[in-house]
């Protein structure tokens, strides 16, 4: 992330093409939460203000404390509070509720959206999105893709939970883990022989091999933000 | 409601795929901009949308569709195999006979003669609705008659069409009054025929005993319920009728010798007398229908019949019920008197010079091995020996169609009696010869002999013959009449010898 903050800084148009893209919705979200409504792209001028917002803070962005997104939250929201007030609409965004307004340091812990109730954890987000991104690519070692693990997903939960407890063996077993990393497959012989003393057949591991192997994946290469989302222990 | 949350794993476009805390993906679609993965959003509660998907929705429709097309056709089906309702018959050019099943659509269709064949070939009937079958019947067999149709009545009459509906079970039903209905106005022939005629539709309900005494005689219901209304008008007019079937048509008795008739006298000779009979009528000079009908003329020919009286007078039920009874007496007449015919010609009756000339110019068919129609239809033809004018032997040839017979027998009284026609071949009778020299009698009223000409009977076969009986008792005045003339014949014969 500072990385490419860097290099969108130091005269890298398409750096900081892609840093807009792909941070869009979190300027949405930090634009909807300083407004304190749902903006639209396209129809809100709130937007456009953000979006510029965000554009500057990459060009002033030098302290790594704190972190780029809370620099640019900051920015966000003075820009539009300069806004509004050349708009004169005090009754849209009441002063009083914009927080820490005058702290470039304060990062607000959680911000809620104007609509829907969601609660971000901005710094959970980035880490979950960034354990997302290598679930991925790992996925694509096992020659498997997001979307083949959702097809195969059981579609009871007693099933799912089955399954799940086998990938919960499998990396706790370190035969098993090794040959599962080596192979780079699902060692369905062998965790047939472990599952013994469960009611589990192999036909039953077949059919559910590709969402074994992703949750597999997520304990064996130590993505911590979804383990603990799916609390796989 | 509580929502599920969940973890933004991937979103392409508006499709959001979510993980949620059990391990479970939903994908759905969102058009919430200020997502991206890694947030944690709220599963929407879409078990009710998704229940409905294409996967589960197609079995459904293609099953709702397989039932949808098994029902149309299963109920064709059903519709086709409805058990018979009615026979209806369609009398035009031809005859044709239909049955008609419970849903009205005809299940089988029968020529009753060469015209209806014709027609039915042209014409597509299984399984389809008889007022359609009837409409292109008659459509069939308007176009394929340049002239006006065999059952046409005289050129400045109009032709009929006469539809006959015969229940297979009596009693009121609705389905058959709206067969009725609806063959009747189908029935009327939509061009304009020749001469810028129109056509009348004769509509008669009959019952099944009539239709099976009708196919005794070979013909159609409604054709014999027109004859028999034929004759009844006519009987009702007063008109002189002999039994039915024993008339010969277009005799003419003696009070029935209107002037202007051709009779043997006015012939010039060596020419055929011309017989005042319409083709095709079979009806006297009265020109009703309703009496002097051979089998073969009601079988070719409808007569003229104004039913607006008989609606007048009865209602529906009457109507019917008299229409059943005086078909069923008609054809049953009919029947004994062709059985009387047959008898006697198997019988003694082909001697009978005497009876048969006793007979002539009575209307009476002519005797045995006299006249035979052509085609053997049981046509009555009177005697052939008469001549008729000058020497040639030759009755008036009136055959029409398959040689029936319609020559005329005048009885002035004298004992002449004008010859029809002998149905096909030669209507002459080797008396012929006889009587070129006889001719000169014929002024006297003399008639060359006829005993000879008993004996040599026309063309025709037998079949249909009626022997002359003189033993008819409508003709006693005639026979008695012509007896003396035949008698006086018979003495010069055996004179002669």
Not at chain 1, 122 to 128: A, I, P, Q
Not at chain 2, 52 to 58: E, K, M, N, S
Not at chain 2, 358 to 377: D, F, T, V, Y
Not at chain 2, 471 to 480: I, K, L, P, W
Request: proline share 5%; hydrophobic share 30%.
């Amino acid at each position: 992330m500072e990385s490419r903050v860097a290099r969108a800084r130091d005269g890298d148009p398409q750096a900081r093409e892609d840093l807009l893209r792909d941070y869009t919705p979190f300027i949405l979200k930090t634009a909807s939460a300083a407004a304190r409504r749902y903006l639209v792209m396209g129809r809100d001028e709130e937007i456009s203000v953000a979006l510029s917002a965000f554009n500057e803070a990459i060009s002033a962005y030098s302290s790594p404390n704190p972190g780029f997104l809370a620099f640019a939250a900051t920015v966000i929201r003075r820009r539009l509070i300069d806004h509004y007030r050349r708009e004169k609409r005090k009754d849209e965004v009441p002063f009083s509720s914009l927080a820490d307004e005058d702290d470039p340091g304060e990062w607000p812990a959680a911000v809620e959206a104007a609509e829907g109730g969601v609660v971000e954890d901005w710094s959970g987000v980035l880490e979950r999105r960034d354990d997302i991104e290598r679930w991925s690519e790992v996925l694509k070692e096992f020659r498997l893709t997001l979307k083949d693990v959702v097809k195969c997903t059981p579609k009871h939960v007693d099933a799912r939970e089955r399954a799940i407890r086998t990938a919960v063996l499998l990396a706790r077993d370190e035969a098993l883990r090794r040959k599962f990393l080596e192979q780079k497959r699902l060692p369905l012989d062998d965790l047939v022989k472990a599952l013994s003393d469960e009611v589990a057949s192999r036909k039953t591991l077949e059919r559910q091999r590709d969402y074994i192997t992703a949750i597999a994946v997520i304990m064996t290469h130590g993505l911590t933000s979804l383990a603990e989302f799916l609390d796989l222990g | 409601m509580e929502r599920r949350r969940g973890l933004i794993v991937e979103r392409s476009g508006k499709n959001v795929t979510v993980l949620t805390r059990d391990g479970g993906f939903v994908t759905f679609k969102s058009s919430r901009e200020d997502v991206m993965p890694g947030m944690e959003i709220a599963v929407p509660s879409a078990r009710g949308f998704t229940f409905f998907t294409w996967r589960r929705l197609v079995p459904v429709v293609a099953l709702s569709l397989v039932l949808a097309f098994s029902s149309f056709f299963g109920y064709q089906q059903y519709l086709y195999a409805q058990p018979l309702m009615a026979y209806v018959t369609l009398d035009y050019a031809g005859s044709v006979e239909l049955e008609v099943n419970g849903a009205g659509l005809v299940k089988a269709a029968t020529a009753l003669d060469e015209a209806g064949q014709q027609a039915l070939s042209s014409v597509e009937y299984e399984n389809r609705p008889a007022q359609q079958v009837v409409e292109a019947l008659v459509a069939a067999q308007e176009k394929t008659s340049q002239q006006p149709p065999v059952g046409t009545q005289a050129v400045t009459q109009e032709p009929s069409v006469v539809v006959a509906v015969v229940p297979v079970k009596p009693g009121p039903a609705a389905a058959v009054d709206n067969l009725e209905k609806k063959v009747s106005e189908s029935a009327a022939p939509k061009a304009k025929a020749q001469d810028d005629r129109q056509s009348q539709v004769t509509t008669f309900r009959l019952d099944m005993e009539t239709r099976d005494s009708a196919k005794e005689l070979g013909i159609s219901a409604g054709r014999a319920a027109m004859w028999a209304l034929s004759k009844h008008e006519a009987e009702g007019r007063g008109e002189q009728t002999d039994h039915p079937g024993n008339e010969t048509p277009g005799q003419v008795t003696p009070s029935q010798v209107t002037p202007g008739q051709v009779t043997p006298s006015q012939v010039t000779p060596g020419q055929p007398t011309q017989g005042n009979e319409t083709p095709g009528q079979g009806q006297g000079p009265s020109g009703n229908g309703g009496k002097g009908q051979t089998l073969d003329d009601v079988k070719h020919s409808l007569p003229k019949v104004d039913t607006t009286e008989l609606d007048k007078q009865k209602g529906q039920q009457e109507r019917d019920k008299y229409m059943k009874d005086i078909t069923k007496d008609w054809v049953n007449r009919m029947v004994e008197e062709i059985r009387k015919e047959k008898d006697s010609e198997n019988g003694p009756g082909k001697d009978s010079g005497k009876n048969s000339q006793a007979s002539q110019g009575n209307g009476h068919e002519s005797s045995p091995g006299q006249s035979k129609s052509g085609s053997g239809k049981g046509s009555v033809s009177p005697q052939s020996s008469p001549q008729q004018g000058g020497g040639k032997s030759s009755p008036t040839s009136q055959t029409t169609g398959s040689g029936q017979n319609y020559g005329q027998q005048t009885d002035h009284g004298q004992g002449q009696v004008v010859a029809g026609s002998q149905g096909s071949g030669s209507s002459q009778s080797p008396s012929g010869d006889q009587g070129s020299g006889q001719t000169d009698e014929q002024g006297d009223g003399s008639q060359p002999a006829s005993p000879p000409a008993t004996g040599q009977t026309q063309e025709g076969s037998g079949d249909g013959q009626r022997s002359h009986d003189s033993g008819d008792a409508d003709g006693h005045s005639q026979d008695r009449t012509q007896g003396g003339w035949i008698s006086d014949m018979l003495d010069r014969i055996r004179g002669w010898r």
